[in-house]
């Protein structure tokens, strides 16, 4: 089945820092992946997303590019600010050959910036 | 435009008990989802409805958990008994889909609820 791997948090940054949070995926055909954030005391919400290989989803600064032969889309930011602070979640929704398409979730990974 | 509702927030119950939970999607939206998140893990997708059909259950614990969505508006999640290992939050989203192949599939996720077993 679709499975998607993130790295390990917390990552902990000083603001301003470059942020990299990996994502890498498995999943049959072409899926489209996404980004969800959860600030702390708030619902999971969509931060960017990518539909197609080489997209390239943006939003806040950050960016993602979905890479089909890595199968990869890592989330970067080029200076992170202390209110950046939280889970990320890295999501792909994978074609199911009853015309469906299903989400897939990774585990989230923890971020924490120190100003 | 309001969001995904849902309740209640918090929920603490013995174990072998039942437990309800309720979800109003977005207007409009023809999918919804629920997921059981348990703490320091991503959202586990339970079930996911189009309209008031089926999707996708292969994760849902059938001999103790069910879900229905009459109308295709909004819906309940149950689970009679519950176990310890149930304590989790549950997520509900929904989403807009369109054309054969949509464009995106962006959720929108409710508040949650908090299910202590004890």
């Known amino acids: 089945g679709d499975s998607v791997t993130q790295m390990e948090g917390p990552v902990t940054l000083s603001e301003e820092a470059f942020l990299t949070i990996n994502c890498t995926y498995t999943a049959t055909g072409y899926p489209s992946l996404f980004w969800y954030v959860q600030y702390p005391g708030e619902g999971l919400q969509l931060l960017l997303k990518a539909t197609k290989a080489d997209d390239k989803g943006s939003n806040k600064g950050f960016e993602a590019t979905y890479r089909k032969e890595t199968t990869s889309f890592h989330l970067e930011k080029g200076s992170v600010q202390v209110s950046d602070s939280a889970v990320y979640f890295c999501a792909l929704s994978g074609y199911r050959n009853w015309g469906s398409y299903i989400p897939t979730f990774g585990r989230g990974t923890s971020l924490i910036v120190h100003p | 435009e309001a969001g995904v509702a849902q309740s209640p927030r918090y929920k603490i119950i013995e174990k072998r008990q039942s437990v309800a939970f309720w979800c109003n999607p977005i207007?409009?939206?023809?999918?919804l989802y629920w997921y059981q998140q348990i703490l320091g893990q991503g959202p586990k997708l339970l079930i996911q409805f189009q309209n008031n059909g089926v999707v996708d259950d292969s994760q849902l614990p059938k001999d103790r958990f069910s879900a229905e969505r009459l109308k295709g508006v909004d819906s309940t999640l149950k689970i009679q008994p519950a176990k310890l290992e149930d304590s989790a939050v549950y997520l509900c989203a929904s989403s807009l889909e369109k054309g054969v192949r949509p464009v995106s599939y962006e959720q929108y996720f409710g508040p949650g609820t908090r299910l202590t077993v004890t």
């Open positions: 207007s409009g939206h023809a999918t």
